[in-house]
């Protein structure tokens, strides 16, 4: 059952309207319910598009249908303030007759640009009766803006005077979360809502807490499962509006003066469903988060973030002190959250300034400006820890000491976001329940190499793929198959592994120096085994060449092992990357700039890392159709013989440094 129902009624007359309709001509006829506001009243065209309900679409199930007649007017993309200037209000009060009733919700679109962009749709925030005029950028058309309580109390005042009664809903949640406990609207569209109800005599429901209370029964992981689709948190499912729309029956059936109440039917089944009501949380919580950085106050389920809020694990969030060389202009942004898979979405405005890149945990790079100067706002990020299965078992990978230091960020129970060259307007995280994941395994060649100017494929790979798909980077450099074993690395792998997964392994630059007895048919076996039990968790294993060394290009410098591997591919029947004979061909058609993509004879530069993260993904399309389909559309084309030149490369240069490169380095020209 509901802790409680909240819902507050602030009207008065409006039982002599009522009254009024029992002796009319239409005194037969069934009462109308109309319904305005927004998507998640009625999401598209009302009939369920791409899985999206509204809970004004199954309202009606919770009515006596020989009586209610629920008439839903919402539109998806409206704030407050469109719902009224595009002639929408009109067609809903149109239907209202004395005795009628109309629900409105509004809010999810109320705040972003007021004039410019191309969705001008703001209101003033708050409940005042200032205005402001402008003109509309995209129309050229003249306009006075009001409050967002202005709205609403205009549409009451509307209402009232054809004798129908107004109910103000506050907007329903987001699927976000901190800990255990829904955001609320509580602090803004929440509370001016109930404020033009008062203001106005209207009925006001606290829509925004009530259904909160029955998530947190639920819990977030069945909520986000059941309720929600990845990555939207904001709209729901058929389940989800049914939930929804049975809160917005139990907050009008608590009204105790309201004549609608008397209509609703009593159907528990609605806050009970199957779907959602005995669904165990096996994992620990996950919570979402919308953090502001350049709006003061809580505003649209967020937390405003000043420049100076330092992290501490009591706030949970914070900035990360580093000090950064000069010529760099990085921010490192943490938050506490399990590991798992989360959608990361940029919030930036059409003038605003933006991050040149993005990066996460140790220089992983998620996004950066393309040529054009657009920034990709959304990439799906990995995060873990030491634990293998469940941490009450004490079973860990086996961490060298630089992972708990240097390297700590790859293992902590926190996302790090780096920001090079400015901050997001928002940043929204949100767990990513479906999200495929896509594995690596190997060396310092692939490894998330955490202080410039060094630089592997591996942490490159993320900006070639689009939100969905998370890459999970376990390869550690210095690293050989035997000594990833030993140390838990696959373990922990297969241990997050699910069915639809994919796991791509390279090694061989450290293996070839294992001088032992069949150390080779060791090489063989491991790799051999592994791809096994990846199959055997219903994943897809990728087998990869190594690399050749800067000396490559004329020598060989790797032995067997390339060839070995070629071997475990065709007779495993494994997709097989032949990164050996890529790099072969890219390096000798670098020429004169191939310096530019090495640090010393084995290790890349960022430049480097991402030609050869360019030739692995190329291949990948033609490796795995399933995989494939998660590479961006603008997949640059592997060009073997006219590579990207160092100058058109765009990635700047992080605030971590290796402090023996900044003798031989400028970090102001890698910033470039």
Request: proline content about 5%.
């Amino acid at each position: 059952m509901m802790r409680s129902l909240c819902a507050v009624v602030f009207c008065s007359g409006f039982l002599f309207a009522f009254a009024d309709r029992a002796v009319g001509d239409d005194a037969d006829a069934p009462v109308r319910v109309v319904l305005i506001g927004d998507s998640t009243v009625k999401n598209g065209s009302g009939r369920g598009d791409g899985g999206l309900w509204g809970w004004g679409q199954v309202l009606a199930d919770h009515f006596d249908a020989q009586r209610v007649k629920v008439e839903n007017f919402a539109r998806g993309g409206r704030s407050s303030r469109t719902y009224l200037t595009e002639g929408l209000w009109d067609e809903a009060l149109d239907r209202l007759r004395p005795g009628d009733f109309v629900l409105m919700q509004f809010g999810h679109n109320d705040g972003g640009q007021m004039f410019e962009g191309d969705r001008p749709r703001a209101s003033i925030k708050g409940n005042g009766d200032e205005s402001q005029q402008g003109v509309v950028a995209a129309t050229g058309v003249e306009e006075t803006v009001h409050s967002y309580g202005w709205y609403l109390r205009k549409y009451v005042t509307d209402a009232q005077a054809k004798g129908a009664t107004a109910i103000v809903l506050s907007p329903v949640p987001r699927n976000m979360w901190l800990g255990e406990r829904v955001l609320r609207a509580s602090r803004d569209y929440g509370r001016w809502a109930s404020e033009a109800a008062e203001q106005s005599g209207a009925i006001f429901v606290d829509l925004n807490d009530i259904i909160a209370q029955r998530y947190e029964q639920l819990g977030e992981e069945t909520v986000s499962r059941d309720l929600f689709t990845v990555p939207d948190h904001t709209h729901t499912t058929r389940a989800g509006a049914r939930i929804n729309a049975a809160c917005v029956a139990a907050g009008i059936r608590a009204l105790s003066d309201c004549p609608l109440a008397e209509f609703v039917v009593a159907n528990e089944t609605e806050t009970d469903d199957e779907s959602t009501a005995a669904a165990p949380t096996t994992t620990r919580p996950r919570a979402a988060y919308r953090f502001l950085f350049r709006e003061a106050g809580v505003h649209d389920g967020g937390i405003h973030v000043d420049a100076d809020d330092a992290y501490s694990p009591q706030r949970g969030f914070g900035f990360e002190t580093i000090e950064a060389p000069d010529g760099v202009d990085s921010r490192y942004f943490s938050v506490d959250l399990p590991e798992g898979n989360y959608h990361v979405s940029l919030g930036v405005g059409r003038n605003s300034p933006h991050p040149a890149a993005v990066k996460a945990e140790l220089r992983r790079v998620m996004a950066a400006t393309d040529d054009d100067g657009r920034l990709r706002r959304e990439f799906t990020v990995n995060i873990r820890t030491p634990a293998i299965g469940v941490a009450a078992d004490g079973r860990t990978v086996r961490l060298k000491d630089r992972e708990k230091t240097s390297e700590a960020w790859a293992w902590d129970d926190r996302l790090t976001l780096e920001f090079c060259g400015g901050l997001p307007d928002a940043l929204t995280i949100v767990p990513e329940w479906r999200a495929v994941t896509l594995f690596l395994a190997g060396d310092s060649t692939v490894t998330d190499q955490p202080q410039e100017p060094w630089g592997s494929w591996g942490q490159m790979l993320p900006l070639l793929f689009k939100p969905g798909l998370a890459i999970a980077n376990h390869a550690e450099s210095g690293e050989t198959v035997r000594g990833s074993v030993g140390a838990r690395r696959f373990e922990k792998i297969f241990s997050q592994m699910h069915k639809g997964d994919f796991l791509l392994v390279q090694f061989g630059h450290n293996d070839m120096k294992d001088q032992r007895p069949g150390a080779l048919d060791e090489y063989r076996r491991n790799l051999q085994e592994i791809v096994a039990e990846t199959r055997r968790r219903g994943a897809t294993p990728i087998l990869v060449t190594s690399m050749e060394r800067k000396a490559g290009v004329v020598d060989d410098t790797l032995g067997e092992y390339p060839q070995t591997v070629r071997e475990v591919a065709r007779d495993e029947d494994v997709a097989l990357i032949d990164l050996q004979e890529l790099s072969r061909q890219l390096y000798a058609a670098l020429g004169d700039d191939l310096d530019a993509a090495f640090q010393d004879g084995t290790h890349h530069t960022s430049y480097g890392a991402y030609l050869l993260a360019n030739c692995v993904a190329s291949r990948l399309r033609d490796a795995d159709p399933a995989l494939a389909r998660w590479l961006v559309d603008d997949l640059p084309p592997l060009d073997l013989d006219h590579p990207l030149h160092p100058d058109a490369f765009a990635v700047p240069a992080s605030g971590r440094w290796d402090p023996a490169a900044l003798e031989t380095t400028a970090p102001s020209q890698a910033a470039e």
